[in-house]
């Protein structure tokens, strides 16, 4: 027995050393003495200051980690001194990718060399020019009573809010940091005051909309996004904080700008744990929000709970809720199968699939630049704007039908009743005609293979009467 026993300690211990040690090798002059590094990652969900992911400073004045042997595969992460405002930039001060590496089978030591740091490496290069006029900072001490906290509170309006006089809906994003200003980005920004400006230009927005985004608190981000504890990064806030949403901010945005103020003009959207959070607020309150926007989401991070809520939360009659899901096919080997989990808990729950978009990209990945992108056919679908210059509103057209949507080889357009035939002409974003051709009653297919993905504006005339339908093409 005794050999056996020695070859399974002989075992035990190669598994426990057959991890992964990063080590910084040197670090800008300007790093103050006493500083605590950090590396954060999607292995824990780039928390930029988690205790668990410090960096111990070595005697030579390198500085090691070594990973938990549940930590493999491919990996991307950055280093920080605790927060997203002190994280690693290049010799000039600008933003760096994310830094990949995929850890093997066996033990080994990584080095790694950091140039600077974003808040001491000097005056930031980016500007702030290529914000919108129309975005205002509301507050950067919005008080957040049910948390006891402070937060930075950003606000976008449309393009003719001032001279309108009209009311308009309503989206509520997280991390704002990230929203609108490069400069305040981890990483890059969404652009949604860019994209939502050109699509009300192109005249594919005919409703325009409000956004609301919320700053993140760094190192209670996790507690935040999350309305149950995670073990090893904690969590648990998520109720409070979507409270503060409802009870303090919504009202306060309602009173203060022309909103309007009901479920199906009131959204919620966000990434990665915004996403977790979305999908809560708008199962928890589905008074107040009716869409939600929820990309790359991290339900890893609370499974088995989500799980139970959503089966003691089903759909309420009479209020039925959008539910928009992105991610990437690669992000992560939980992402796709819990993201399709969620979507099938929410149909068993009586939620209709038509209510439902389910996409996964296969490019996309856990990034401000995938988000970004993926943003304009999200807000579409969630808000599906009235049909613009309409001679006859839609809903007045009965038997019309453009579908599926998304689409991706064949589009169905079913004509009104008694039109025999139509002129179809398919736009772009940027109003540029890409497919023009007739139809007929008994011609319902058309073919969009050659497509870019993307989002389109379809128009139907026959005589003095127009209508439209926006799609997206996979």
Not at 222 to 230: A, C, G, Q, T, V
Not at 236 to 260: A, M, S
Not at 275 to 286: D, E, M, R
Request: glycine share 10%; aromatic share 10%.
């Amino acid at each position: 027995m005794r050999p056996l026993l020695l070859l399974s300690g002989l075992l035990l211990a190669g598994t426990v050393q057959a991890q992964t040690t990063f080590r910084i090798t040197s670090v800008p002059a300007s790093t103050p003495a006493n500083a605590t590094l950090y590396v954060a990652g999607n292995f824990n969900s780039w928390n930029p200051g988690s205790a668990a992911y410090a960096l111990t400073k070595q005697p030579g004045g390198s500085y090691e980690i070594t990973l938990p042997a549940t930590v493999t595969g491919a990996l991307e992460f950055k280093f920080t001194r605790g927060a997203w405002t002190s994280v690693e930039s290049d010799a000039q001060n600008q933003d760096i990718g994310n830094r990949r590496y995929t850890v093997g089978s066996g033990p080994t030591t990584v080095d790694f060399q950091v140039l600077n740091w974003k808040d001491l490496g000097g005056p930031a290069t980016c500007s702030s020019t290529a914000l919108q006029p129309n975005v205002q900072v509301l507050s950067t001490s919005f008080q957040m009573p049910q948390l006891g906290r402070t937060r930075r509170v950003w606000v976008y309006v449309p393009n003719d809010y001032a001279s309108s006089g009209r009311r308009y809906p309503v989206l509520y994003l997280h991390d704002g940091q990230n929203v609108f200003d490069n400069c305040t980005g981890f990483a890059g920004e969404w652009g949604v005051d860019e994209t939502l400006s050109q699509l009300q230009q192109q005249g594919l927005d005919a409703t325009g909309c409000i956004v609301v985004a919320v700053d993140n608190g760094g190192g209670e981000r996790l507690n935040e996004y999350s309305p149950w504890n995670n073990p090893q990064y904690g969590g648990g806030q998520g109720d409070q904080y979507v409270e503060f949403l409802v009870q303090t901010l919504k009202p306060h945005i309602d009173q203060n700008f022309r909103t309007l103020p009901d479920r199906l003009n009131t959204g919620i959207a966000g990434s990665s744990m915004g996403g977790l959070i979305s999908l809560y607020a708008a199962v928890k309150h589905p008074a107040v929000f009716g869409r939600a926007g929820i990309f790359s989401p991290a339900f890893w991070f609370a499974e088995a709970q989500l799980k139970a809520y959503l089966h003691q939360h089903p759909a309420v009659a009479g209020q039925p809720t959008r539910f928009y899901f992105v991610s990437g096919a690669q992000e992560s080997q939980t992402m796709v199968p819990l993201m399709a989990a969620v979507r099938d808990s929410l149909l068993r729950g009586g939620h209709a699939a038509a209510d439902l978009s389910y996409q996964v990209r296969a490019d996309g990945q856990h990034a401000e630049w995938f988000w970004k992108r993926e943003f304009p056919a999200a807000y579409q679908w969630l808000f599906r704007p009235a049909a613009p210059n309409a001679a006859r509103p839609s809903q007045d057209l009965p038997g019309l039908a453009v579908f599926p949507n998304p689409v991706g080889q064949q589009l169905s357009v079913q004509l009104p009743t008694g039109w025999s035939e139509a002129r179809l002409d398919i736009s772009d974003t940027t109003g540029r005609v890409v497919l023009r051709r007739g139809l007929r009653q008994a011609e319902t297919q058309v073919d969009v293979a050659r497509l870019r993905r993307g989002s389109y504006l379809l128009r139907l005339r026959h005589g003095p009467t127009t209508v439209t339908r926006q799609f997206t093409k996979e």
